[in-house]
């Protein structure tokens, strides 16, 4: 279940709330008890990087590493440039 983070736009209290993806939005502040709560857009709690974390968890033998080998064999020289045509 996703973190949604809100604030109260009379008194400023903000506050995080576990909740479904289908649950309605918190309206009242639990601080004033007003109902001027708004969700507030803020990024993930986590980050998924690294080299193939997925790619490798199932994969066996040779294949395990496509993502480095794709990097490692293409070819370092840039493109020749393209001729304007005169």
């Known amino acids: 279940m996703p973190i949604y983070e809100y604030q109260c736009e009379v008194c400023g209290h903000t506050l995080e709330a576990l909740q479904k993806l289908s649950d309605a939005p918190l309206v009242d502040c639990p601080s004033c008890q007003k109902s001027t709560l708004k969700k507030q857009i803020s990024a993930?709690?986590?980050?998924?990087?690294?080299?193939?974390?997925?790619?490798?968890?199932?994969?066996?033998?040779?294949?395990?590493?496509?993502?480095?080998?794709?990097?490692?064999?293409s070819s370092s020289t840039p493109p020749a440039p393209a001729k304007a045509a005169d």
């Not at 998924?48 to 294949?63: I, P």
């Open 44 to 73: 993930a709690g986590f980050r998924l990087k690294g080299a193939g974390w997925y790619e490798t968890d199932f994969k066996s033998g040779n294949k395990k590493n496509i993502a480095g080998e794709a990097s490692t064999t």
